[in-house]
T-cell receptor
Framework: NAGVTQTPKFQVLKTGQSMTLQCAQD?????MSWYRQDPGMGLRLIHY???????DQGEVPNGYNVSRSTTEDFPLRLLSAAPSQTSVYFC??????????????FGEGSWLTVV | DAKTTQPPSMDCAEGRAANLPCNHS???????VYWYRQIHSQGPQYIIH???NNETNEMASLIITEDRKSSTLILPHATLRDTAVYYC???????????????FGSGTQLTVLP
């Protein structure tokens, strides 16, 4: 059971380049999300999905795009990388909402540096 | 969402119980208390959660006061590998139609000493 898998683990981009962070889960979870964590700060929600074909914006969505074509995968696309997007990115998933006591499971993170 | 307050740091001797407190005085009746930890910027690791009753699993115990305004995470026999930042979170996550900020509170840096 792999859980939540993120790739790549490390990436360096030049300003203006685009790229996709991959996230896959094998737990048949409906809810998936992307967060970023800057040094010394908590996690901030970028985008989330409550099922295949359904996505919505979180707190800091600008500069990022997502789609959810399958239950398993939830890729995060950086459209035109900026130095302000240098961060650690975490993908997470849960079977259902935490308001019902469901647990969120996190991936190991993707370290992105934009130069 | 309810705000949580945790001490910024704590030390614990290896093999002893680590008791990490969390204040969540504004918690509402249907909000769960979750505990996560993060080791060296790895992905946050789920520890335990509860609503009203005390809970125990293979990692820890969670004691929630009767008025639910505070809780304590107990690691019964702390090891060096338990050194991490521990986050107490109320109402994690999101629901369709509303964006939610995931706030991990201030977190407690637990250092287990040999």
């Amino acid at each position: 059971n792999a859980g939540v898998t993120q790739t790549p683990k490390f990436q360096v981009l030049k300003t203006g380049q685009s790229m996709t962070l991959q996230c896959a889960q094998d737990m048949n979870h409906e809810y998936m999300s992307w967060y970023r964590q800057d040094p010394g700060m908590g996690l901030r929600l970028i985008h989330y999905s409550v099922g295949a074909g359904i996505t919505d914006q979180g707190e800091v969505p600008n500069g990022y795009n997502v789609s959810r074509s399958t239950t398993e995968d939830f890729p995060l696309r950086l459209l035109s990388a900026a130095p302000s997007q240098t961060s650690v990115y975490f993908c997470a998933s849960s079977y259902g909402p935490t308001s019902s006591g469901n647990t969120i499971y996190f991936g190991e993170g993707s370290w992105l540096t934009v130069v | 969402d309810a705000k949580t307050t945790q001490p910024p740091s704590m030390d614990c001797a290896e093999g002893r119980a680590a008791n990490l407190p969390c204040n969540h005085s504004t918690i509402s009746g249907n909000e769960y208390v979750y505990w996560y930890r993060q080791i060296h910027s790895q992905g946050p690791q789920y520890i335990i959660h509860g609503l009203k009753n005390n809970e125990t699993n293979e990692m820890a115990s969670l004691i929630i006061t009767e008025d639910r305004k505070s809780s304590t995470l107990i690691l019964p026999h702390a090891t060096l590998r338990d050194t991490a930042v521990y986050y107490c979170i109320v109402r994690v996550g999101f629901s369709s139609g509303s964006a939610r900020q995931l706030t991990f509170g201030s977190g407690t840096q637990l250092t287990v000493l040999p």
